[in-house]
């Protein structure tokens, strides 16, 4: 097994391919999502920053997809605290957004690493395309806090992708030193926690 999420298995064939099939095996909601990342991939077409669909096997539900040896840029920059190749999202968050597709999800988890460290997104199941809801989200530390006047929409992918830069440099999530439950008290209650801290370890 390469990964497991909400609705797919992800694991590597004997070709040498990653292949993603529903999770759990037979549940309508996970068979759903995986016909309709297919349509996004295939709305999407190629990109350099988008992984590569080898096939779609519209009977079994199961995507075909190429093998990211490197596996997900989270678990790199848990190992090594810095990323050497910073060309992440170049291009195709426009790309995206002009095909009317909004990844939702976009965070260093759904970023997938080659055996070059060459950066590819994945994981579109949570998209929305042609205005439909998305049905999930990147989290807290990838998503604006509340009172940010950002609620929906390609912004939200901005964002996201503007945290995961902030990652790349850092090696570290977006608000690493709050606890996540403070993350949802507003925008400007958490720049003010923010500081706070700051004095208080100032003060230590």
């Known amino acids: 097994m390469i990964g497991l ?3 797919g298995l992800v694991e590597l064939s004997e070709e040498g391919y990653a292949i993603k099939s529903p999770w759990p095996p037979g549940s309508e909601d996970s068979l759903s999502d995986m016909r309709f990342e297919a349509k996004v991939y295939n709305h999407l077409g190629s990109h350099p920053r988008l992984i590569k669909v080898i096939d779609w096997d519209a009977e079994e539900c199961c995507l075909a997809m190429e093998n990211m040896s490197n596996g997900t840029l989270k678990d790199y920059l848990e190992k090594n605290n810095a990323f050497p190749n ?3 999202g170049d291009g195709s968050c426009k790309q995206w957004s002009d095909s009317r597709v909004i990844h939702y999800d976009f965070k260093p ?3 997938l690493l080659d055996e070059n460290l060459e950066a590819k997104i ?3 199941g949570c998209s929305a395309f042609n205005e439909s809801r998305p049905t999930g989200g990147a989290g807290v530390r990838y998503t604006p806090p509340k009172g ?3 609620s929906s929409g390609v912004q939200l992918d901005i ?3 503007g945290s995961t830069i902030y990652a790349i440099l850092t090696g570290k999530d977006p ?3 709050v ?3 403070d993350l949802g008290i507003g925008f400007g209650d958490a720049i003010i926690l923010i500081f706070w801290r700051m004095w208080r370890w100032t003060r230590l």
């Open 122 to 124: 994945a994981d579109f």
């Open 175 to 177: 608000f690493a030193g």
């Open 86 to 88: 910073r060309n992440v």
């Open 5 to 7: 999420g909400v609705s």
């Open 159 to 161: 964002f996201a992708l």
């Open 109 to 111: 988890k759904n970023i």
């Open 179 to 181: 606890d996540s439950e």
């Open 148 to 150: 940010s006047n950002i």
